[in-house]
């Protein structure tokens, strides 16, 4: 359901969900990468390196990625689910999501993973080409294509395109008619099913912009105009129920259903579609109230569901491709933040700490846009204070501004602490904004001894750039 505000904001000063912390100062493991550790001196560290010199060295807010812990998940996940699928048919492939976090370099960790790169713009087409991705192995995705962005996959050689509605279907066509070429399509199918998750992020439920309805016929008759179609080839279904998902039983629906046209389309047109898409959506964890399922576990109950709906409709097994992205870059970073202000307020039954920092909605938008619940520590030290509730808020001109809605720390909290956020790795960085003129902070990537920015802070110059900086009344050419 959409966020309450006025509920977030006036909720009690203890819910009854934040767990007490036998230790303020200790970590939560699964909330963190995993070269993330914290000693006795309360310091969090990443590779050994500690926020601290991080912080005096380049400055905050600013996200902090542990890459050996990015690349090591993209690795596992394109091998169990390649394995658990290689069990019951031709196997699996993964394409990583480039809407949860890219840029050049992880395009680059995505490719070494043996991963293929789901797109939907133009921009995250050009991220990839320019890091050397294998034109096979990406996929435009969209609502709304422009014959821009269709003629810039086709000019590259992309492996698929997924054909999201009618109108798209001849000009996909035409454009590949013009160069000579047959097009790789897929088509999105609205397969009625509700994940349980935000409505924002659920996505295959019949009242939403994506794909073409199952239910009323219209998924059947546009797989029928592609495969009449010369310019086009079909090479199977794709399905996507949503985002932070950690039950299986809408994969399980979603599967039936996606098997069940393509063995309708079989009989009705004589055509073996080869590949089937179930999409992403598995869910990561933002605080102790998440409880996500291992990848190997994911894998292995998927490959059965799958091969299950296949027995029932005597269809052969086809290739499964996903499409992870929060699973991936979610839990690979934290963002680092300075605590600016303390201000302790009675909300009339109880007091509630307001704790400032120097980022907030335009690094984070989703507490405010999602609802979502993070989590947090103080990282630059140990306290023996007693654990308060506090709201972590950012400086925004919005009551909304809120990074993390309710969080133990340290009752001495104070100016100049530095905050740590896990779990900001997707969906953070590329919903981040220049609102009331803040430059979005940059990508710190941790390897090893080697620390540097994946993606550097933008500048006040970076942002002047786009500004012609005329005065009102005035020629902007002259």
């Not at 998940?73 to 394409?95: H, I, L, Q």
Request: contains cysteine.
């Amino acid at each position: 359901m959409p966020a309450h505000i006025a509920g977030s904001l006036h909720a009690v000063p203890s819910p009854v969900w934040l767990p007490f912390p036998d230790d303020v100062n200790a970590l939560m493991p699964s909330l963190w990468s995993a070269n993330v550790t914290k000693g006795d001196d309360g310091v969090l560290r990443i590779a050994g390196h500690s926020v601290v010199d991080l912080a005096a060295a380049h400055g905050t807010p600013m996200y902090v990625l542990d890459v050996a812990d990015f690349r090591a998940r993209a690795a596992e996940f394109a091998t169990v689910f390649s394995r658990a699928f290689e069990r019951v048919g031709p196997g699996a492939r993964g394409y990583y999501a480039g809407k949860a976090f890219l840029c050049t370099a992880a395009a680059g960790w995505i490719a070494e993973a043996g991963l293929g790169l789901d797109c939907c713009t133009l921009g995250e087409l050009m991220v990839a080409q320019r890091a050397g991705f294998d034109p096979a192995l990406v996929g435009l995705h969209g609502n709304n294509k422009s014959d821009e962005e269709i003629a810039y996959a086709l000019d590259w050689g992309i492996g698929r395109i997924v054909i999201d509605s009618f109108d798209e279907i001849p000009r996909v066509a035409a454009a590949a008619a013009a160069r000579g070429i047959t097009a790789p399509v897929m088509l999105r199918i609205t397969v009625g099913v509700e994940a349980h998750t935000h409505d924002f992020i659920a996505t295959a439920h019949e009242d939403q912009k994506f794909g073409l309805s199952l239910q009323g016929g219209d998924a059947a008759a546009a797989a029928a105009q592609i495969i009449d179609a010369p310019e086009l080839e079909l090479l199977g279904l794709h399905s996507h129920i949503g985002s932070q998902i950690f039950d299986k039983a809408g994969f399980e629906v979603a599967a039936g259903r996606i098997i069940g046209l393509r063995a309708q389309l079989e009989r009705a047109h004589g055509v073996s579609l080869p590949e089937v898409d179930l999409g992403g959506g598995f869910g990561i964890q933002y605080t102790s109230q998440d409880t996500p399922t291992p990848f190997a576990e994911i894998a292995e109950q998927l490959a059965d569901l799958v091969a299950k709906a296949c027995a029932e409709h005597g269809s052969a097994m086809p290739l499964v491709s996903f499409e992870p992205g929060r699973a991936i870059a979610g839990p690979a970073m934290f963002t680092l933040y300075r605590a600016g202000t303390v201000k302790p307020v009675d909300t009339g039954s109880g007091v509630r700490c307001y704790v400032g920092v120097d980022g907030g909605m335009s690094d984070n938008i989703r507490t405010a846009l999602y609802d979502a619940d993070y989590s947090c520590t103080l990282a630059n030290r140990a306290s023996a204070e007693p654990p308060v509730v506090v709201r972590v808020v950012g400086k925004h001109c919005e009551s909304g501004d809120i990074v993390v809605r309710d969080e133990y720390l340290p009752a001495d909290i104070t100016a100049g602490d530095l905050i740590a956020v896990p779990g900001t790795g997707a969906y953070c960085r590329p919903l981040a904004s220049n609102y009331n003129h803040v430059p979005r902070p940059g990508v710190l990537a941790v390897e090893g001894a080697e620390v540097r920015w994946a993606i550097r802070p933008e500048s006040y110059q970076d942002m002047f750039a786009t500004d012609p900086g005329f005065a009102p009344g005035t020629d902007p050419e002259e």
